[in-house]
RNA sequence: GCCGGGAUGGCGGAACUGGUAGACGCACGGGACUCAAAAUCCCGCGCCAGCAAUGGUGUGGGGGUUCGAUUCCCCCUCCCGGCACCA
């Protein structure tokens, strides 16, 4: 952290977080987005507080072009983290306003870096990025954040308006909320000048207006923007269509996908008939020459805030001095330790009441100073402890040498929701690492398996006041009438209701978790692991219910029993196994095994764990024992291994096949036990199963044409309708159509 | 709303490159064993009609491409994950 603050990738500004005016604390999202009550009747507010940032944006570049160097990477987690990064091409475009009465700076407050510095001039310029310059003459009006100092100046002679602000101040600053919210906005009275024609542009402000993305405001153009189309339908502002679509006929009446295709410029005056990319670039060029505007690359992805007003995460090692400003605790006073005995009561951050705490002295001028006490988000943490793994025992340093030895992770695993946030700042914190020289990697993982979500009921209760409780599903009993259709819900405790949220990811706070224990408990970890690798792929979602456990208990036991018959046969001398048995059942074996080859590669679990069923199916109708059973039931046990350790170990060395079955080789395929003689055929009339036939497995086409030709039910179902066309697909099937 | 993923029997799921939909299990029904039960073993099991042979129908809904579509294309519905302070 210090050696970043050193470097300008870490800084201190201003963040909007949602904030609860009743108990005057930060507002976890939860808490705004469950509005179940954690803190009943509060209106959730927005609010400017300090924060400290990592500047992630300044690597955009890099994590965005790096994703093609990770092919062991799930494609959809990329396409994630790239929409998440958001790169788009657009220009960056003035509208040049001129203040109709005398104000001094206080009115425009200042807008930080790369914003319109309005100031003190009577001129201003307003700021817009666009990605569709080419549409730029049908802006018909300007929107502008209810933060934007604009805003604020047209507000001062408007109360309605500062009204208006007032209410976009309020609620929540979630993505998900103001993407969904109704779009209202408000004219201002205020005109800006359109940049290339000149025209008059009345200043809205809109709800929908992100401050904090690009410049805060944005140009209306409603004949090519659905978001503009509607905000105009509303408000019955002009709609100026000025790109043509292959000749289709524009309307306004309703919003259609394609008014947002590019096209060729109409309407637009010296840019008419030009393509996109020509508009572009002779927008952008007029522009430049004017001053007010240019090509820019504008990214979606924002800086880190990583203060938190949390206990439980790393302090942030700063010392407040009236004197000195903020002042970093210098290395030799690191770390700095958290209070143990702290009260979590859920009303702001605790740290922030512990005088022992937040009292300190300047590290610079030793004058009494108060110490920082947000704390760093977990995340943070979560981005490089696997780079401790690697040398742990370091107690000097951050990490040593032995992270190159070790890093990347070879294979890392973890949850779909991590997609974007965990697996992005991990990414963004080992390229920062690398750049301060801490190791020499430029991506922390090397393979990625996401697992899928595995799911359960969500009860719970909600009292006329205070928290709403989560009940655990095995805690509660579900009532079903005699169609098996559910009735109530109760809590199995006082028999009283429960009420169902729905299905959601397992997590502590809605406690629906399963705790494995009590399997493992009941059917031991064998049991425990096979079901539930039978129950679903890894990368997909997961309905929690174990009613299947049952199913691959008695599959072990079978194996169990099975290996104490084999054993008892090989003793006994064996009996004569028939030729025909023994063939099919290497047949399947083998066949099973090339399938099972194929599962574990791409991670498909359950299909190896219903192979190794297929398998014990497969030797257990051959009652009998020779070498080539020996080595059937070898392979069996061999890729259980994987799946159930301790059975497969403890077996592989009773029957005496080695100590160790995981140091075994990895059976191979025996292509001699898959050839057949005899191959059996699908037979279709019209693409409909009509059948089936017996063929040599070296029967040519016209043989085949035949044999099909003279079948029975084929026959029957061509019903002498003249045959068009025999499709002969060689080792799966003929199809004749009529 | 945006981004990503998904939907197949009563249930979990299978079908690798467009080629027998429902593998392998669970549940259920029938039978064997047992005084009885449990455990175990055998048989059946998408839906509709039929004693059966068999026929029709069927992979969320609608359309398309194809000799043939769970698989490819277009549109729609619903569900799950993420949306930057749950971590």
Not at 178 to 188: C, D, I, Q
Not at 285 to 309: F, H, N, P, V
């Amino acid at each position: 952290f210090l050696r970043m603050l050193e470097k300008g990738l870490v800084y201190k500004k201003t963040g909007t977080v949602n904030w609860d005016p009743v108990d005057q604390t930060v507002l976890a999202n939860e808490q705004v987005i469950d509005g179940r009550g954690w803190r009943t009747g509060a209106l959730v507010e927005k609010r400017e507080i300090p924060m400290y940032y990592m500047a992630i944006t300044q690597y955009a570049d890099e994590l965005l072009a790096a994703l093609d160097t990770l092919p062991g990477w799930p494609e959809r987690v990329k396409t994630m983290q790239a929409n998440w990064i958001g790169k788009s091409t657009g220009v960056r475009l003035a509208f040049p306003y001129r203040l109709t009465d005398k104000v001094n700076s206080s009115h425009l407050p200042s807008q930080g870096e790369g914003r319109d510095g309005g100031g003190v001039s009577t001129t201003g310029l307003l700021w817009a990025f666009t990605t569709r310059p080419d549409t730029i003459m049908g802006v018909t009006f300007c929107a502008v954040a209810a933060e934007h100092p604009l805003a604020a100046y047209a507000a001062k002679k408007n109360p309605a308006l500062a009204a208006f602000i007032d209410e976009c101040k309020r609620g929540s600053v979630i993505e998900a909320d103001l993407a969904t919210m109704e779009k209202k906005g408000l004219a201002t009275g205020f005109f800006v000048e359109h940049p290339l024609s000149g025209e008059k542009i009345e200043v809205w402000v809109g709800n929908y207006v992100l401050w904090g993305y690009g410049d805060g405001a944005v140009m209306g153009v409603p004949a090519h923007d659905e978001r503009d189309f509607a905000f105009a339908k509303k408000y019955h502002l002009d709609i100026k269509p000025v790109i043509d679509v292959d000749n289709k006929t524009y309307s306004t009446d309703a919003w259609q996908a394609w008014y947002a295709e590019h096209g060729r410029c109409v309407n637009s005056g010296n840019y008419d008939g030009l393509d996109y990319r020509a508009a572009v670039n002779a927008i952008a060029a007029d522009l430049a020459g004017k001053g007010l505007g240019e090509k820019q690359i504008m990214w979606r992805l924002r800086d880190w805030g990583i203060s938190r007003q949390r206990y439980w995460g790393t302090p942030i090692p700063i010392v407040h001095c009236a004197k000195c400003g903020d002042v970093p605790v210098p290395d030799d006073q690191l770390p700095v330790v958290l209070p143990e005995d702290c009260v979590l009561d859920g009303s702001g951050n605790p740290l922030a009441k512990r005088a022992d705490f937040v009292n300190c002295s300047c590290p610079k001028c030793g004058q009494p100073a108060k110490r920082e006490t947000d704390t760093m988000d977990t995340f943070v943490d979560s981005s490089w402890y696997y780079t401790r793994f690697a040398c742990a025992d370091q107690t000097a340093a951050m990490v040593d040498e032995r992270v190159n030895y070790w890093l990347p992770v070879d294979q890392y695993i973890g949850g779909i929701e991590h997609a974007i946030l965990h697996l992005l700042y991990s990414r963004f914190w080992t390229k920062v690492m690398r750049d301060l020289g801490l190791v020499k990697l430029d991506e922390p993982f090397a393979r990625l398996l996401t697992q899928g979500m595995v799911l359960n009921e969500i009860f719970f209760r909600k009292p006329d006041a205070g928290r709403v409780t989560y009940y655990n599903p095995a805690e509660i009993e579900i009532g079903l009438d005699a169609n098996g259709k559910r009735t109530d819900t109760t809590l199995k405790a006082d028999g009283q209701p429960v009420q169902s949220d729905g299905i959601g990811t397992m997590s502590k706070s809605k406690n629906n978790g399963v705790d494995p224990q009590s399997l493992i408990e009941e059917y031991g970890a064998d049991t425990a692991r096979l079901f539930m690798m039978f129950a679903s792929a890894p990368e997909d979602t997961l309905l929690w219910n174990d009613a299947g456990v049952e199913g691959a208990s008695r599959f072990l036991k079978r194996l169990w029993s099975y290996c104490e018959k084999f054993d008892g046969r090989r003793r006994d001398g064996g009996a004569k196994i028939a030729p025909e048995l023994k063939k099919a059942a290497l047949f399947e074996v083998h066949s099973v095994l090339k399938q099972a080859n194929h599962d574990f590669e791409r991670h498909q679990f359950n299909t190896v764990a219903s192979a190794a069923m297929k398998m014990l199916n497969a030797l257990d109708r051959v009652d009998g024992v020779d070498a080539d059973m020996e080595e059937c039931l070898g392979i069996l046990l061999r890729i259980l291994a994987p799946l159930t350790p301790h059975i497969a170990h403890q077996l592989w060395r009773d029957l005496g096949y080695g100590e160790d079955v995981l140091a075994a080789a990895w059976p191979a395929v025996d292509e001699t036990a898959l050839v057949q003689d005899e191959i059996e055929l699908v037979l279709q009339v019209n693409g409909k199963l009509r059948g089936n036939m017996r063929v040599a497995k070296d029967a040519d086409r016209a043989q085949i044409e035949q044999l099909a030709m003279q079948n029975v039910n084929v026959q029957k179902h061509i019903g002498g309708q003249p045959v068009k066309k025999v499709v002969v697909v060689p080792g799966r099937l003929v199809n004749v159509v009529v």
